[in-house]
């Protein structure tokens, strides 16, 4: 059928009895884009009249997403809901202007082609005159997908190129939302102007002041709640964060800071924040400064004197403390990362890793057309069911104390040298100073020919070389023979450390070990993707293993969150059980928490040791 538009309409199923939705979208709310959807909304409505034969309602079977950007799916309500209704076969036909309009990540338009093809419902794009029903048409469909993904990225490119101009001159290209601070606009091409605000100025100039005289955040706060000094939202409530926040911004002394984060995914619009050393710091022409640098610097180096007392490393120009908890502090996931405790409901936490915390689970992944290839997949874990985990440890360690230290004696004598070896290696040392006496009478010889003898001076040099090498051969072989005492004293001192650790009382009767038991007894915890635990216990302080305590007292702002993956590999398995789904249902009870059956799966608990 030839449409008023001017073009073949080559709709698969244009004859027959369709039930029909439309689906329009532009990427920002600004006036014009808004003009152009309705332009979009009204260009398919009078399309898709054209057929009688087709069944659509405006009102209920034409989506929009309004400001929404095409890289992902999240937040496209319109897109979403069209979807699953489309899903549940709702419709037998979706009409859309372009394929930019769908999305612009080719994997993300392909997919959902893809699985409505399955479900028989054919997408027609118009203005390219593409229908996902015709096979002839996919690589037209692959390159136009391909385009408005490039088309994306490609003015991605140009913004940022312009921004970094812009940058350089210290122009304020957007609204600033700052406190103490008025933007007023001025026009396109020309920088807005951070003017003082002269109510929230004075504040500002005051917690500054205060904190240069040496006041902390809260009794800054304190001192401006008790003079009833409100913020933008009305309340009197100064936090020490939102204090530090105001505190570590240099715009008030007229410098913008700029490159703090960089895009890691520009399909996901995932970004990271640089290291502090990456950042660029402008001075600004169109900030009205609101103190001097010398007092910034004296408010922040008073900060840092304060922050710095008890933290483990310094993040920016504040601090960061590293938790107490006993779990963050031993717990490593099989992917390096450490696992971080959000707090739940009802006393609980749940515990996880920063991997899955930081780029989302699998399904929130594939929800926006990630992948979770590189990813950690490892669930959370509740806090009970780690307590759980770790009383059955010190239990099964306390219940086979005998099996386990000959277990580990076994072990340790494999690993050492025997008696035997001792005496054959000291027969040895005999053989080898007979031999060093005889090589050293040797050369004496030698030198004498030498002297007497000058014509044959090549070959009793060569000669008194090979005895050299050979003499320092034997004494090479003597000093590693040297060792094996060592070496038996120090079986014997493991033995004892083993014996002195598993003979004391390791029973628990509490429901939850202390936690000055574990830190003491624990080097490391390590979760695996096959729900298997591993406790590395401390059988001997001077054992071959990672101290995650230790570890995380010498953490520092270089290091972050660095990975670190924990190789057990030859260390020595001390016990594995399971917990079955009995015990786990009654230590709940205990706690006075529920299992959730649907999601539990029977761990196995190992106990290792390196030695």
């Not at 008696?419 to 005999?430: C, D, F, S």
């Not at 044959?456 to 004494?475: F, G, N, P, R």
């Not at 509490?510 to 915890?525: E, R």
Request: net charge neutral; glycine share 6%.
């Amino acid at each position: 059928m030839i449409s008023q538009f001017g073009f073949h309409t080559g709709v698969v199923k244009a004859d027959e009895q369709c039930r029909v939705a439309a689906l329009a979208r532009v990427s920002t709310l600004h006036e014009a884009q808004m003009n152009a959807l309705a332009n979009q909304e009204q260009w398919l409505c009078d399309l898709i009249s054209q057929h009688p034969n087709w069944t659509f309602d405006p009102s209920k079977d034409l989506f929009t997403d309004e400001g929404k950007t095409g890289t992902t799916q999240k937040g496209r309500d319109g897109l979403k809901e069209l979807l699953e209704k489309a899903m549940n076969k709702e419709y037998d036909l979706i009409i859309i202007r372009e394929v930019s309009r769908l999305m612009r990540c080719t994997k993300d338009i392909l997919t959902i082609v893809d699985d409505l093809h399955l479900r028989d419902v054919e997408v027609y794009f118009a203005a390219e005159n593409i229908s996902s029903f015709e096979s002839s048409k996919r690589f037209e469909l692959e390159l136009r997908a391909s385009l408005a993904q490039q088309e994306s990225e490609k003015l991605g490119r140009r913004v940022k190129a312009g921004l970094q101009v812009t940058k350089t001159n210290g122009i304020i290209t957007s609204g600033m939302n700052v406190y103490g601070y008025d933007y007023v606009p001025k026009g396109k091409n020309v920088s807005g102007l951070l003017v003082p605000n002269e109510e929230e100025a004075k504040v500002v100039q005051k917690i500054f002041d205060m904190c240069a005289k040496g006041y902390g955040l809260k009794q800054i706060g304190m001192t401006l709640k008790a003079e009833g000094i409100k913020d933008r939202t009305g309340s009197t409530t100064w936090l020490p964060s939102r204090l530090s926040r105001i505190l570590h911004k240099r715009v008030y002394y007229g410098v913008l800071e700029y490159n703090q984060t960089e895009t890691i995914d520009a399909i996901l619009k995932s970004r990271k924040r640089k290291d502090k050393s990456e950042h660029t710091f402008i001075h600004s022409p169109y900030i009205t400064p609101l103190i001097t640098e010398e007092t910034y610097n004296k408010a922040i180096k008073y900060l840092v004197s304060r922050t710095n007392k008890n933290l483990i490393g310094c993040k920016d120009m504040g601090g960061f403390k590293l938790t107490n908890d006993v779990y963050v502090q031993l717990i490593r996931c099989e992917c390096g990362r450490r696992y971080r405790r959000n707090p739940g409901r009802n006393n609980t936490a749940v515990y996880t890793c920063n991997d899955v915390w930081d780029n989302g689970s699998v399904n929130e992944r594939l929800k926006v057309g990630g992948t979770s290839e590189g990813v950690c997949t490892l669930p959370g874990i509740i806090d009970w069911k780690l307590d759980l985990y770790t009383k059955k440890i010190f239990e099964s360690l306390s219940i086979d104390l005998e099996g386990i230290k000959q277990s580990l004696r076994e072990c340790i004598e494999e690993c050492y040298t025997d008696e035997n070896a001792y005496t054959r290696a000291k027969k040895r040392i005999m053989e080898i100073d007979k031999k060093l006496e005889k090589l050293e009478r040797d050369i004496g010889v030698l030198v004498e020919k030498l002297v007497d003898s000058p014509e044959l001076a090549d070959v009793y040099e060569k000669s008194m070389l090979a005895k050299k090498e050979e003499i320092k051969k034997l004494k090479l072989e003597k000093e590693e023979l040297g060792k094996i005492e060592d070496n038996l004293n120090a079986k014997e001192q493991c033995l004892k450390d083993v014996d002195d650790f598993l003979t004391e009382n390791l029973r628990f009767e509490d429901a939850k070990v202390p936690d000055v038991i574990i830190k003491t007894y624990v080097n490391s915890i390590k979760i695996y993707n096959n729900n298997t635990f591993e406790y590395n216990i401390r059988v001997s302080e001077n054992a071959d293993a990672i101290n995650m305590t230790e570890h995380n007292a010498d953490w520092s702002a270089q290091k972050k969150d660095a990975i670190l993956k924990i190789d057990n590999s030859n260390a020595v398995v001390l016990t594995e059980i399971q917990v079955s789904t009995e015990e786990a249902r009654q230590y709940a009870r205990s706690r006075g928490r529920r299992l959730n059956t649907l999601r539990w799966s029977i761990p196995t608990l190992k106990a290792v040791a390196n030695i």
